[in-house]
């Protein structure tokens, strides 16, 4: 079955940066959109960036110029490069894939 795992979440700073990671198995990993979403206590979850199978990308306004996602097929793994990261960027982040979601990495930005 599909499995999504993610990792490098943690606390950082203002200002700081953290890349996520996300594992992926059980499915043709290179011919799938891949996607990152994020959620706040107490709010939905959005989307903040995705990218397709032909590495085309997309980010939520919040979050262009600051965020990259990117992919790598020969490892299954989709990445999240956070950098010049605010304390509103704080939430669960969640990797997806169609119906399917990870456990969520939580991500902190504070002083």
């Known amino acids: ?25 059980g499915f043709t990993f290179s011919a799938d959109t891949m996607a990152w979403y994020r959620q706040a206590p107490g709010e939905r979850r959005d989307m903040v960036a995705a990218i397709t199978d032909y590495s085309g990308t997309h980010y939520a306004d919040s979050v262009k110029g600051r965020f990259t996602i990117s992919r790598d097929n020969a490892k299954s793994t989709v990445y999240l490069q956070m950098n010049s990261l605010k304390p509103e960027d704080t939430a669960v982040y969640y990797c997806n894939r169609r119906a399917s979601w990870g456990q969520g990495t939580q ?3 504070s002083s």
């Open 1 to 25: 079955q599909v499995r999504l795992v993610e990792s490098g979440g943690g606390l950082v700073q203002p200002g700081g940066s953290l890349r996520l990671s996300c594992v992926a198995s």
């Open 107 to 109: 991500v902190t930005v």
